[in-house]
């Protein structure tokens, strides 16, 4: 208990001298703008389709990834490693 209130002492004595008087933090000042209309939104190309897929579901029943066609599928896949 002690080890963990010393740490965080000596954080904020630390945080408390950058904040004395004659303490100097200096932020440079960018020279220009940043140009952002250089990083444009660009399309794909056209939207190739998802390979075929079928894996079971918790209840044992295989589903396919074509009963889906249309719609949005996220797919999460977990494991206890």
Known sequence: MIRPLAVLGAAAALAGFAF???SR???PALAAAPDFASVAVQPYDP???A???AL???GGRMVRLEDFRGKVVVLFFWTTW
């Open 20 to 22: 004395l008087p004659g």
């Open 47 to 49: 939207p190739k389709p």
């Open 56 to 58: 079971p579901d918790l």
């Open 25 to 27: 933090i200096v932020v």
């Open 51 to 53: 390979p075929p897929l």
